[in-house]
């Protein structure tokens, strides 16, 4: 169940009232939650990009690497030699 319907409000209003009392945009929050948990299983040696992506909730690996570039300044292969 879509987390609006399950609070019984629409989605416009889940993301007003979020930003409003947490201070950020929802997606970016998320989004947040979901580099936070790459970084984890990238350190804990995942191989398939595509894979986390897929478990993360990402569309595809391409908006992976969005994401991660866009909050992290770097791509995700790029972190994976950082950390190695």
Do not use: C, I
């Not at 690497?65 to 030699?81: D, K, N, S």
């Amino acid at each position: 169940m879509p987390p609006a319907r399950a609070l019984g409000v629409s989605p416009y209003r889940l993301r007003r009232e979020f930003q409003a009392r947490v201070g950020v945009p929802l997606t970016r929050y998320r989004n947040r939650l979901r580099v936070g948990r790459f970084l984890d299983r990238l350190e804990e040696g995942a191989e398939s990009l595509a894979g986390l992506a897929a478990g993360l909730g990402f569309a595809d690996q391409a908006h992976l690497t969005r994401t991660v570039r866009a909050q992290l300044g770097h791509t995700p292969g790029r972190l994976r030699r950082l950390l190695g």
